[in-house]
C-alpha cells in the first residue's frame, strides 16, 4: 500500500471533545495540586516557620500570638483560595462546550468540590501531623461556592442587555 493512501490520524483543537477532555485534564492536574497540600509537607507544623519568618520581617513588633493567629487565617485564606480555582475549574468542564451559566451546573461543580473535600479531609486521617476537619471542608465548599457566584456574575456582565431585559420577563 502507498504512503498516499495511508490515514494518519490528526488531532482537531477545535473539537468539543478535545475541549472537554482539556477541561477535565485542568480539574485533575488541580485535584493532584490540592492533595499535595493535604501531604505531611504543607502541614501546619511545617508551614508555621516559613509564614512565622515572612510575618515577623513585615510586623517585626507583632507578638507570637498574634503571629499564631495570622498563620491560622493564611491557612484557612489558602483552602478557600484553592476550592475556589477547582470550583471554577469544575463549572467550566461541566458546562463545556456550551457557553453560559445555569443553576445546575453550579450545583453540580459545588457538589463535586463538597466530595472532593470530604475525600480529603478523611486522606488526612492517614497523614500523621494532619487531621480531618469538617469545618475545613465546610470552608473549603464556600470557595467553590464563591466561585460560582464569580462564575455567575462574570456571566451576566457578557450577557448582552437585550438578553438580560428578556430574562427578567421570564421570571
Same mark, same amino acid.
Given at each position: ?9 490528526? +488531532? ?5 471533545? $478535545? @475541549?472537554?477532555? %482539556? ?11 490540592? &492533595?499535595? $497540600?493535604?501531604?505531611?509537607?504543607? #502541614? #501546619? ?11 515577623? !520581617? ?15 487565617? +493564611? ?6 483560595? /484553592?476550592?475556589? +480555582? $477547582?470550583?471554577?475549574?469544575? $463549572?467550566? =468542564? ?15 461543580? +459545588?457538589? =463535586?468540590?463538597?466530595? @472532593? ?14 487531621? =480531618? ?7 473549603? !465548599? ?8 464569580? =462564575? ?5 456582565? /457578557?450577557?448582552? *442587555?437585550?438578553? %438580560? /431585559? &428578556?430574562?427578567?420577563?421570564? *421570571?
Amino acid at each position: 500500500m502507498s504512503s498516499s493512501l495511508v490515514r494518519r490520524p490528526t +488531532i482537531r483543537w477545535n473539537n468539543p471533545g $478535545f @475541549y472537554r477532555f %482539556r477541561a477535565w485534564l485542568l480539574v485533575a492536574l488541580w485535584a493532584c495540586v490540592i &492533595f499535595i $497540600f493535604s501531604t505531611d509537607t504543607f #502541614s #501546619s507544623e511545617h508551614t508555621q516557620s516559613v509564614v512565622f519568618g515572612i510575618l515577623g !520581617t513585615l510586623l517585626p513588633h507583632a507578638s507570637l500570638s498574634t503571629l499564631s493567629v495570622l498563620h491560622d487565617f +493564611i491557612r484557612k485564606c489558602a483552602h478557600v483560595g /484553592e476550592y475556589f +480555582i $477547582f470550583g471554577a475549574l469544575l $463549572f467550566r =468542564a461541566i458546562r463545556t462546550p456550551r457557553q453560559g451559566w445555569q443553576w445546575h451546573w453550579a450545583v453540580l461543580a +459545588i457538589l =463535586a468540590a463538597a466530595l @472532593y473535600a470530604s475525600s480529603d479531609e478523611i486522606h488526612q486521617i492517614f497523614v500523621p501531623s494532619r487531621g =480531618a476537619s469538617i469545618w475545613d471542608a465546610l470552608l473549603d !465548599t464556600g470557595g467553590a461556592s464563591v466561585a460560582q457566584l464569580a =462564575a455567575w456574575i462574570l456571566n451576566r456582565r /457578557e450577557q448582552p *442587555s437585550n438578553d %438580560r /431585559e &428578556f430574562d427578567s420577563r421570564l *421570571s
